[in-house]
């Protein structure tokens, strides 16, 4: 089967340590053609070089538009990929998207975008209105499914796990340099499925969300400023929305972060002097970007090369168990097997009933880390009766497709 050529693009700024995790992550999809554009910062440029990536986009703007723009004209896969440098792609990631392109009426796709422990559902199908709200759509099984519209609400995408046709992506103008930070990928995703190009949610592509802090929010998530956001939203709610809906959508966000700002001061992330001070920005913000202009098109670079597929080595999915809180020989084992060239994920399933979390670590192996008789799906029961081999024969059940397109092979 002739495999679509893919440009994944990471766009960094002032992360460089995340950066690195990310990339590592990325040189181990199991996907024989594809290419990595890095776009960043002086710091993260460098960890991108450092670690031998060839195709280094310098950017020191802090325009998220902007930088995936420079990307997009670099690409020379006929589709692109986008994920954040806070993020880690499962193995299986670009496979099962690049699945469903080779139906040429699917212009874009979206992925499972799990939250910080590794578990948690953070994004999934959804929609959004012209005012910019976003719902989700239900969508069970393990099988792709296309996302319709539904009066007013089309089909949307997240920044951190989405492909698009790269043909689509200059013909609908690229990312609205507008939206420096926020609402980016919803104004292009939106304006696509508008305008009729089909959607499909991809269930098994999952991706890994860490939120890392930036200029915008901690890393707790706690905002730090909202000028941004609300500059977003204004130029959404002109692009997109019609007298008298306009001031109802700018009455509903302001009203809408207020609260969620108010809640940041009652568990005590903020106190009440931040809080004034971003109830501030948000006018001030939303004021501004009222003002913001149309920039020109990109001038998309013409790009002849095309992305040659690789044929992997010996590479072997592997997992290991860690039996005792004190076995160092496990994790080194997984470092040294990383080192090697294969995809390793550790087990240390100790006898509580902890809640289950699941990490990619700075060494580049998966990390698998709970009770015996905790929690995996945070709907299951708070205790149950197991053992470690069966916990960990239930994970693999969980994985298969997704960690590896087999089964992981014990490695101990």
Known sequence: ???????????????????????????????????????????GARVARELGM??????????????????????????????????????TWLGHLSEVFTDPRVMQAGGTTLGRNGLSLQHGAARVDATGQSCRVAATGPDP???????????????????????????????????????????????????GGQTLFVPRAVVHHGSGPSDFRDGART???????????????????????????????????????????????????????????LHEGYAEGLTRTSPPEPEWASQNATIEAVHFGNQTDIYLVKRHRTDTKILNK???????????????????????????????YWLHTGGIFGREDRAEPLLQKSTRQKRIHRTLERLAGIRSKKWLLCGD
């Open 145 to 195: 499914v296309a996302i319709t519209s539904v009066e007013d609400q089309h089909p949307r995408l997240h920044g951190t796990n989405m492909a698009l046709r790269r043909q689509v992506i200059q013909d609908h103008g690229g990312f609205d340099e507008r939206f420096a930070f926020y609402l980016d990928e919803t104004d292009l995703t939106f304006r696509i499925s508008r305008q």
């Open 54 to 91: 060839d195709r280094v986009c310098d950017c020191d703007v802090a325009n998220i538009s902007t930088a995936r723009n420079i990307g997009v004209s670099a690409a020379r896969g006929d589709v692109i990929a986008f994920i954040d440098d806070d993020a880690v792609p499962e193995p």
């Open 334 to 364: 997984a470092k040294t097997m990383v080192a090697q060239g294969h995809r390793v994920t550790v087990f240390d399933y100790r006898p509580d009933a902890r809640y289950h979390c699941v990490a990619f670590t700075d060494d580049g």
């Open 223 to 281: 905002p730090r400023s909202v000028s941004e956001i609300a500059a977003s939203a204004a130029v959404f709610h002109a692009k997109h929305c019609v007298q008298p809906a306009r001031d109802q959508a700018r009455q509903a966000f302001l009203a809408d972060r207020r609260t969620w700002l108010l809640r940041h001061m009652q568990i005590g992330s903020l106190t009440p002097d931040d809080v004034t001070r971003l109830i501030r920005e």
């Open 1 to 43: 089967m002739a495999h679509i050529p893919i440009s994944v693009i990471v766009v960094s700024r002032n992360r460089p340590v995340w950066l690195k995790r990310c990339l590592r992550a990325i040189a181990q999809l199991d996907y024989p053609r594809f290419e990595t554009i890095v776009v960043a910062c002086p710091a």
